[in-house]
């Protein structure tokens, strides 16, 4: 229960009134009405929250390029709260933090797999306390690298219908837009299915997966909440969603595909998003955002990063009806 109340305030603009809904549409007793106030107490979203671990995200900048190799060390850092970004200079990897475990997104090429255990445990973490292992598309250079994770953690690896035999296999699927384009990479052994509308959840850690089909079919964005003191702000690691593809292949003969794409783009667009995080940082301009002055945070991050996404796909479905080279 106190998890669906986290969810809900999640959605809420304001608390007061919140509560006072609940009490007299929801009718739920005074007991649990007390309990919402006590959550929503201890968690207060502001505007503009205070970052305050500047000066390793500003050397992160420093060490990578916008547009950098994949499996170039770069320095870990806080994000926000118990988020951190363990990743290369290249390719994300993101650490959520807790009493009760760890929770560890993307696992980087298989060569980024040491970058990503050495990060971590340069933050003061262990790798001993990962205990689940989650991803974005499964592509080699971002769950390569899972399979020595998963040895050195004993992490349980959840993943969503369509990636599970691909991280199985090492092989992309042939419905893969890209299939044929990449080498075979480690196998992992997938524990759990995740599947959409499905929260996943370690002691007070709640992450929602979203299908974000399109880059490739069983892309997964995640979306979740981190806190610094009383100051909390919603996170997504949105898939990369880039229509990619082998000269073969050609979006507009799989329509239900493209349907499918056109829908994550429109559920990623519609989310609470106030910090976003992707797959490639330079996907989501992270190098540029962390030397602004706002630094990460935007609320409308998601909303326009979806609509990057459109264009991208609108553009090249025109090209394919009209024939034109695809780059």
């Not at 870990?76 to 807790?98: D, E, K, M, Q, W």
Request: overall charge negative.
């Amino acid at each position: 229960m106190l998890i669906l109340i986290q969810r809900l305030i999640v959605k809420m603009t304001n608390p007061i009134s919140f509560i006072v809904f609940m009490i007299n549409s929801v009718k739920i007793n005074t007991l649990m009405a007390f309990l919402v106030f006590i959550v929503i107490s201890g968690c207060t979203v502001k505007t503009v929250p205070q970052i305050m671990d500047r000066p390793s995200q500003n050397k992160w900048a420093e060490v990578c390029s916008t547009w950098d190799d994949w499996d170039k060390p770069g320095p870990p850092f806080r994000i926000y709260g118990n988020s951190y970004y363990v990743g290369t200079c290249g390719i994300s990897a993101i650490l959520i933090t807790s009493n009760d475990g760890h929770v560890l997104i993307d696992g980087g090429t298989e060569a980024g797999a040491d970058i990503i255990a050495e990060n971590i445990k340069s933050l003061g973490f262990s790798m001993n306390d990962v205990r689940f292992l989650l991803h974005s598309h499964e592509h080699f250079d971002h769950v390569a690298g899972l399979a020595k994770l998963q040895e050195l953690s004993s992490a349980k690896l959840f993943a969503s219908p369509e990636a599970a035999p691909v991280l199985q296999s090492g092989i992309a699927s042939k419905h893969d837009p890209q299939a044929g384009m990449h080498e075979e990479f480690p196998t992992s052994k997938v524990d759990e299915i995740i599947n959409v509308g499905q929260s996943l959840t370690l002691g007070n850690l709640t992450f929602l997966p979203i299908a974000t089909p399109g880059h490739t079919l069983g892309a997964l964005s995640w979306q979740w909440q981190s806190c610094e003191n009383t100051e909390c702000v919603i996170i997504v690691y949105a898939d990369s969603l880039s229509p990619i593809s082998h000269d073969s292949y050609l979006f507009s003969e799989h329509p239900q595909y493209v349907d499918d794409y056109k829908k994550g783009i429109r559920n990623l667009s519609l989310l609470e998003c106030e910090i976003l995080l992707t797959p490639h940082p330079s996907a989501s301009k992270m190098r540029k955002n962390l030397l602004s002055p706002e630094g990460l945070f935007d609320k409308n991050s998601c909303k326009n990063y979806a609509e990057s996404i459109t264009k991208r796909l609108q553009k090249r479905l025109i090209q394919e009806k009209t024939n034109d080279q695809i780059h």
